[in-house]
């Protein structure tokens, strides 16, 4: 089992900038790939970016790309989100989970293709 859970999250103004930080337990956390999806309400989870098991590969999807940068520091078992230029659609609650899959399982940003699950945080960005 993998124990995971985000932070950071909050409330932020229309450009401005947040770090969500994944805390993962339990298992070693350079065995698994790691990801970042979003939920907003009424809408299904999507995929946000993923990040290979030793940080050499990053996916993301293309509503992000530019603004935000996937990480993990594998000495401290903690992924990120830096998330910049945020805008009211990147409102949601963030989610990281853990994949024991390939890169062609992890990066298609398929949420099945994902093992274990936090708890999420929510980012709030208002206009």
């Known amino acids: 089992q993998v124990q995971l859970v985000e932070s950071g999250g909050g409330l932020v103004q229309t450009g401005g900038s947040l770090r969500l930080s994944c805390a993962a337990s339990?298992?070693?956390?350079?065995?698994?790939?790691m990801g970042w999806f979003r939920q907003a309400p009424g809408k299904e989870r999507e995929f946000v970016a993923a990040?290979?098991?030793?940080?050499?590969?990053?996916y993301y999807a293309d509503s992000v790309k530019g603004r935000f940068t996937i990480s993990r520091d594998n000495a401290k078992n903690t992924a990120y989100l830096q998330m910049n230029s945020l805008k009211p659609a990147d409102t949601a609650v963030y989610y990281c989970?853990?994949?024991?899959?390939?890169?062609?399982?992890?990066?298609?940003?398929?949420?099945?293709?994902?093992?274990?699950w936090g708890q999420g945080t929510q980012v709030t960005v208002s206009s």
């Open positions: 989970a853990a994949s024991d899959g390939s890169a062609s399982q992890y990066s298609s940003g398929t949420v099945s293709e994902y093992d274990y």
């Open positions: 339990g298992r070693t956390f350079s065995d698994y790939a």
């Open positions: 990040i290979s098991r030793l940080g050499g590969s990053r």
